[in-house]
């Protein structure tokens, strides 16, 4: 079975402070992962995703995350903080053969002061 | 546009009501989702279609039922609602199913938030 743990349940940041959200995986077979991020009150957005290619993967709005097999993490990182950033994170995991199904962990918020 | 849409965005009913929550996609996407995200957030699947057909089903109680009339569209209806049922459900879409597709993103509807008085 396939599952993600992400530490920390709430992360702050200042405004132009880097972001450092983590996200550990486990999977029996070479895993797919994902980020997403949730604005309040909406649903969920692709930020960006590891398809066994390049192990450091470039999204949207300045996120990156890097896949690291030993460590078995997908870390999302940001330079710089900005105040729109401030969102709850999901990492998610899927993989395999047979139907694509999403495994996401329980979520990071992230709070971003001025 | 919306890419994927689900009516009501609230719904607030009583305990052994039924009721149904709608989703609708615009993305000519083969695949449907319903996941339900707790009160801790927590997002799981529910259920998914490929074309019409089920392909998977958590183990949810069987007082949720899916239905897809089309590829486009992915029902969900609710008997004899439970205080526990209170959560948002998510509908989402992807292109694809197993294997190299296993990596398509899944498009998120904006969540109904259901309320079981």
């Known amino acids: 079975a396939q599952s993600v743990t992400q530490l920390g349940s709430h992360v702050s940041v200042s405004e132009g402070a880097l972001v450092l959200l983590r996200c550990n995986y486990s999977s029996s077979v070479p895993p797919y992962l994902f980020w997403y991020v949730q604005y309040p009150n909406q649903g969920l957005q692709l930020l960006l995703k590891?398809?066994?290619?390049?192990?450091l993967v470039k999204g949207i709005n300045g996120f990156e995350a890097e896949f690291k097999k030993s460590e078995t993490s997908f870390h999302l990182t940001k330079p710089s903080a900005h105040m729109s950033d401030a969102a709850e994170y999901f990492c998610a995991v899927s993989g395999g053969t047979g139907f694509q199904k999403l495994v996401f962990g329980t979520g990071t918020r992230l709070l971003v002061s001025p | 546009d919306t890419a994927v849409s689900q009516t009501p965005k609230y719904l607030v009913t009583q305990m052994g009501n039924d009721k149904s929550i709608k989703c609708e996609q615009n993305?000519?996407?083969?695949?449907m989702y319903w996941y339900k995200q707790d009160s801790k957030k927590f997002l799981k699947i529910m259920f998914s279609?490929?074309?019409?057909?089920?392909?998977i089903n958590e183990t949810v109680p069987n007082r949720f039922s899916p239905k897809s009339p089309d590829k486009a569209h992915l029902n969900l209806h609710i008997n004899s609602l439970e205080l526990g049922d209170s959560a948002v459900y998510f509908c989402a879409s992807s292109r694809g199913l197993a294997g190299v597709l296993t990596t398509d993103t899944q498009y998120f509807g904006p969540g109904t938030r259901l309320t079981v008085l």
């Open positions: 279609y490929n074309n019409k057909e089920l392909i």
């Open positions: 590891y398809t066994s290619a390049a192990t």
């Open positions: 993305l000519g996407h083969d695949t």
